[in-house]
């Protein structure tokens, strides 16, 4: 199956493009490899999926010296007439959207950067897929979007209409966007909602990568709601083992076929916990400065993945036990 994976310079296209490709289908990346944060290390992605990165410019296909079945291609989703001419050019049989603006708090300082990609971004591969007709959109959306709910674990049958931050509601419309398309158009999609997603090669902004680089610093590190926090931390070989799970599977259709599931480890960790973890591999203390909650935060994180785990078989391996060493490990190698 030839596959679009947009966002491919991110955290988890990153690992998506080289698992598809390692597998043998030919993946077209895309990406605009904003400043959201380090471009650096987007780059070093890139570089070390094979891609030269130093012959980046709009528009150009290179080709990866590592898998023969990967190529990339600098490309914002703002562009319209550029994607559908992608979309008619490639004739793609699989899409799977991971392009977003990222980040919960990031959205409080810069709110137009989230209208334009998660919105108007998103609208245009919805209007590309139904002018170039696919067989199956997988779309990335987030546990942000059960918002306030107070009932754990996180069931996909629950209600999401209390959206804590503009990102969760722009996650939200996109669910409300990709079921309209799918019952107008039938068109298959199926949206996946990530918990918490840590690993090598992971986004400075979260908490796993910013605590870490604190406490080898030797830099306080903020820890919000005094510790009162719990999160469903998902190892990035879970997520792309469940996103590979679900890119072949396409919903049937009733009113549309349409199917949402979540992805998450399913067994949340105490933020205490997590950073003592992160201390005993790195083999220093965390200077803590306690915070209250701050704008945008939920106190718990929780994924029930029941629904995936019966319709693929899906089983998340990877605890914080296994998981933080391996990201650590990464973390020292990288920045030397």
């Not at 001419?85 to 991971?98: A, G, P, S, Y």
């Not at 899906?314 to 650590?328: A, D, L, M, N, S």
């Amino acid at each position: 199956m030839k596959i679009l994976v947009t966002g491919s310079a991110g955290f988890i296209g990153f690992h998506l493009a080289q698992r598809l490709s390692g597998m043998g289908h030919p993946v077209v990346g895309i990406d605009n490899i904003n400043a959201y944060y380090d471009t650096a290390l987007k780059e070093a992605r890139l570089k070390h999926s094979g891609i030269a990165v130093e012959s980046i410019r709009e528009g150009r296909k290179l080709s990866s010296a590592c898998f023969d079945t990967y190529s990339f291609i600098k490309m914002d989703l703002a562009d319209r007439a550029g994607l559908f001419d992608l979309f008619e050019k490639e004739q793609f049989d699989w899409v799977i959207n991971l392009a977003a603006q990222a980040g919960v708090r990031y959205s409080l300082e810069n709110p137009y950067a989230y209208i334009e990609s998660n919105i108007n971004g998103f609208f245009n591969i919805l209007e590309a897929c139904r002018r170039y007709p696919i067989k199956h959109l997988v779309f990335a959306s987030s546990s942000s979007v059960y918002g306030l709910n107070e009932k754990v674990p996180f069931s996909t049958a629950d209600h999401t209409d209390r959206p804590a931050s503009l990102y969760a509601a722009t996650k939200k419309s996109n669910e409300l966007l990709a079921y309209s398309y799918s019952h107008l158009y039938q068109l298959p999609i199926t949206g996946l909602r990530f918990f918490t997603v840590y690993g090598p090669w992971g986004r400075p902004d979260m908490a796993p990568f910013l605590f870490t680089k604190a406490i080898l610093e030797d830099e306080p590190i903020k820890v919000f709601n005094h510790g009162n926090m719990k999160r469903d931390f998902t190892y990035i070989d879970d997520i792309i083992e469940g996103i590979v799970r679900t890119v072949d599977r396409i919903p049937g259709f009733s009113r549309a076929a349409y199917k949402i599931y979540n992805i998450g480890c399913g067994k949340p960790v105490d933020l205490m916990t997590f950073i003592e973890t992160i201390e005993k591999n790195t083999g220093k203390k965390a200077k803590k400065e306690l915070l209250p909650m701050q704008a945008g935060d939920v106190p718990v994180t929780w994924a029930d993945t029941g629904e995936l785990e019966a319709d693929t078989g899906y089983r998340p391996k990877t605890g914080i036990e296994e998981g933080i060493p391996r990201f650590v490990e990464w973390y020292k190698g990288y920045y030397r």
